[in-house]
Nanobody, 124 residues
Framework: QVQLVESGGGLVQAGGSLRLSCAFS????????MGWFRQAPGKEREFVAA????????NYGNSVKGRFTISRDNAKNTVYLQIDGLRPEDTAVYYC?????????????????WGQGTQVTVSS
């Protein structure tokens, strides 16, 4: 069974940066496409970023393009989300997800496993 554990969230001032990590275990990491989603209170889950199995293809949600960078290290079984230029509207719980599709996946229903989430709070 795949397990995903996010870390790196916290409270940061607007304009600051964070790097979220998601540790993958239980299966062969390189067999999975990976993604990040977020959900703010009272809002629907939002696609943030996705990466294919070897990291050479990525996709980003429109609201984060140019500020967020997704990457993965298959040797460390970890996917990262570098967040720069944080804004108060980025405040949300950020979730890591794994898809049995090895390509970039942006639809939540195509992800098979989800982490518990890490809170990111941006103060103005």
């Amino acid at each position: 069974q795949v397990q995903l554990v996010e870390s790196g969230g916290g409270l940061v001032q607007a304009g600051g940066s964070l790097r979220l990590s998601c540790a993958f275990s239980g299966r062969t990491f390189s067999n999975y496409g990976m993604g990040w989603f977020r959900q703010a209170p009272g809002k629907e889950r939002e696609f943030v970023a996705a990466i294919n199995w070897n990291g050479d293809d990525t996709n980003y949600g429109n609201s984060v393009k140019g500020r967020f960078t997704i990457s993965r290290d298959n040797a460390k079984n970890t996917v990262y989300l570098q967040i720069d230029g944080l804004r108060p509207e980025d405040t949300a719980v950020y979730y890591c997800a794994a898809s049995e599709y090895t390509i970039v996946v942006i639809i939540p229903d195509q992800y098979n496993y989800w982490g518990q989430g890490t809170q990111v709070t941006v103060s103005s």
